[in-house]
């Protein structure tokens, strides 16, 4: 037996969210804020050759292109008393092609086996600054930090997704992330 329906067809639904609501991407502002974990602080760096000697150090490559679009560094204090000064213990720097990042680091020098950690709350301020400043992907080098990168969204994806003026960089594999979604193809990347 068929059924039949009574009253016509029903509306369709009105959207939930209304269209002129502002966007969920922080400001700017808010996404450069300072912020602390485990005794370890994490700003924006002034001047990102400030972090040359910790990539140097550890014998990461040192992004060949003149302007750094933006760092972030993780300080930790260093002495104690009154006179206590800090020092950089990691640093992740990012060069820029239109709405794409190519990351360089995280870079981490920790005698405390907190490296690891250290890594990903730099990956998260650089992530939330890279929103909020409308990069729309960022790529970078694997550095055997897979658990890392997998944790925020990344996916692996092939070299012709580089944009051509960040390709030819040093390292092998690339990981790209667009708003911790892996919900996105190739074919978007290659036309832009």
């Not at 820029?96 to 190519?102: F, M, V």
Request: glycine residues 10%; charged residues 20%; hydrophobic residues 45%.
């Amino acid at each position: 037996m068929a059924r039949s329906r009574t009253g016509g067809r029903k509306a369709p639904l009105a959207r939930s969210v209304p269209e002129d609501l502002p966007s969920s991407r922080p400001s700017l502002a808010s996404a450069t804020l300072p912020r602390v974990w485990q005794e370890v602080g994490y700003r924006p760096l002034p001047d990102a050759s400030a972090a040359r000697p910790l990539f140097d150090f550890s014998a990461v490559p040192w992004p060949d292109r003149r302007e750094i679009a933006l760092g972030w560094g993780a300080w930790r204090a260093a002495g104690g008393g009154v006179a206590a000064t800090e020092r950089l213990v990691g640093a992740v720097v990012a060069e820029s092609s239109g709405r794409a990042l190519l990351l360089h680091g995280p870079v981490v020098i920790a005698d405390d086996g907190g490296a690891l950690e250290i890594a990903a709350q730099l990956v998260a301020a650089v992530l939330d600054h890279a929103a909020a400043a409308g990069a729309e992907t960022v790529f970078t080098r694997p550095q055997s930090l897979d658990r890392v990168w997998v944790r925020f969204g990344f996916i692996p994806v092939p070299e012709s997704t580089l944009p051509a003026d960040l390709a030819g960089r040093p390292g092998s594999g690339l990981y790209a992330w667009r708003g911790g979604s892996a919900l996105w193809t190739l074919r978007e990347t290659a036309s832009a």
